[in-house]
C-alpha cells in the first residue's frame, strides 16, 4: 500500500545531531563530517576539546574554524525556521535513509479502535474513571508507571477479550496480534523544521521530518489464520473508518484550540485525504495519542486529571486552566504527523 506524508512527520530515533554536527546558512542545513572537521583543526593546531567546548557553548561556529564548509560536507536538507539551535532531533533511519516503523503506524491504529470502542460503549469509559479513582487513592498523584498499567488495564479489556491461550492478558489473545504491517520503504530525504511550542514563549526545538507531499510503500495484511481462533473481526475496512473518525475528532477538538487559521486549515486539510488516516510520531499531542476527547466529557475528568498530573507546569507546578496547553506546529503553521495508507 503508499503511505503519504500529509503534514511534516517526525519519528524519533532517540538521537540527536549536536552542533558540532551541522551548520545552518539561511534556508538549508548544512550537516558535516565531524571526524574531516576535527583533523582540519588538529592541522591548524587547534585543541579538539577546546574547540568542540567552545561550539558546543555557542560562543564559536565551526565556519569559524573552516571557512570552505563544502570540503567536510556529507549533505545538506532544507530549513524551515528562524532561530538556529544547539541540536536537532534525528529522524529514525536505518542504512543512513529515513522510513516510518511498522509499530508506530500500528500503535496509531491502536489508539483508534480503542478511542472507538470507547465512544460506544459509554461503560467502559466509566469503568476507566473508576480504575484512576482506585489508582489514586492513598496517593497525592499517580507516577508514569502507575499511568502505564491504567492503560494496559484498558487494552487488555477492550483487545484481549478471547482467552486462547487460558491466561488473562496474555498479549497472545491480543486482537492486533492478527495485524502485520512492516515497516515503510525508505523516503528520499528529510527537512529540518523549527517546531514552536504555542503555550510556550518564544520555545522552540528543530527536529528532523520527512516533508509532507513525500510517498513511499508500506505492506499491512490481516492473517486470517489467527484471527479465526482470536473470534474477533479486524479489517482494511474497519481500520479506515475508525481511523477516519477518530482523525475527525481529533481535527474538531484541534482547530477549537487557540491556533492560527492557517493551522486550523491544515487540519481540516488532513480529512480530505483517502484511505487510512493516521497521526504518527513526536508532538502529535494528547487528543492524538489517547482517549482524551472521550475523557474531557466526563464529569469527573477535570477533578481527576490534577491529580494524574495532567497539565502541571514542572517549572512553577501551578495548572493549566485550559489543559492541554502546548500545542506544537512548525514555524510555517503546520501540525505534525499526519499521513495517510491507500492502494
Known sequence: MR???LTPTHIGSGDKYLAIDYV?????????????????IEKMGFDAVDVASKIGRGEKSIEDYVSNISKIKV??????????RKEI????????????????IKGAIRTAFLWKEVKENRSLLDWTIHQIKNELRGKRYLQRKDLTKLDDNLERKVFRKTNLSGKDGDPKNDLLRALRISDSAFFDSCSVYQINYLGMRNFSVLA????SGQKTEVEIDVDEF????????VDLDSIASASREFAEEVVKAETSR????????????????????LRIGWGTGWYSSTIGTLLKTHPEFEGLRRKLGLGRNPRTNR???NFPLIRRVTSDNKPLGWVSIHD
Open 3 to 5: 503511505l503519504e506524508i
Open 24 to 40: 545552518i546558512k539561511r534556508d538549508r542545513v548544512i550537516f558535516i563530517d565531524s571526524m574531516k572537521f576535527f583533523e582540519e
Open 75 to 84: 549533505r545538506e536538507a532544507p530549513f524551515f525556521g528562524r532561530f538556529a
Open 89 to 104: 532531533l534525528m529522524h529514525i533511519r536505518t542504512c543512513g535513509k529515513p522510513y516510518i516503523p511498522g509499530s508506530s
Open 208 to 211: 528532523e521530518c520527512v516533508d
Open 226 to 233: 489467527t484471527l479465526q481462533y482470536l473470534n474477533q473481526k
Open 258 to 277: 487557540g491556533y492560527p487559521e492557517e493551522v486550523k486549515r491544515e487540519f481540516r486539510n488532513v480529512l480530505e485525504a483517502k484511505g487510512i488516516i
Open 319 to 321: 495548572f493549566s486552566r
